[in-house]
């Protein structure tokens, strides 16, 4: 497993963009399929995007065009960038790895990841 901190989340207006971060504790992010998952209040978690080892990414059908994925390597960080956000976006995004390759369609199984961060709040409100 490896430790995982987001940050970067608080009190935006809606319509207004956020972007959240995750740092990986002493391992190369390069070398993990990360994602990022959300859970909305009163439901469950949910996925986000996701991003693999090598190349391709894919994000929630309902979020494209709003959200994309991103990584630096040499910051050794993840990124969820987040804009004209809404309130339904309110919710605790939490950032997750996997140190196995996965398939475009297990990318948003919670399953396929073992490592969690402990996850940031958002909150879109006037």
């Known amino acids: 497993q490896v430790p995982l901190l987001e940050s970067g989340g608080g009190l935006v207006q809606p319509g207004g963009s956020l972007r959240l971060s995750c740092a990986a504790s002493?391992?190369?992010?390069?070398?993990?399929?990360m994602a990022w998952f959300r859970q909305r209040p009163g439901k469950d978690r949910e996925f986000v995007a996701a991003?693999?080892?090598?190349?391709?990414?894919s994000v929630a059908a309902s979020l494209k065009g709003r959200f994309s994925i991103s990584r630096d390597n040499a910051k050794n960080t993840l990124y969820l960038q987040m804009r004209d956000l809404n309130t339904e976006d309110t919710a605790v995004y939490y950032c997750?790895?996997?140190?196995?390759?996965?398939?475009?369609?297990?990318?948003?199984?919670?399953?396929?990841?073992?490592?969690w961060g402990q996850g940031t709040q958002v909150t879109v409100s006037f």
């Open positions: 997750a790895a996997t140190a196995r390759g996965l398939i475009t369609s297990s990318l948003a199984g919670q399953h396929e990841y073992e490592s």
């Open positions: 991003l693999k080892r090598i190349g391709g990414s």
């Open positions: 002493g391992r190369a992010v390069s070398g993990y399929t």
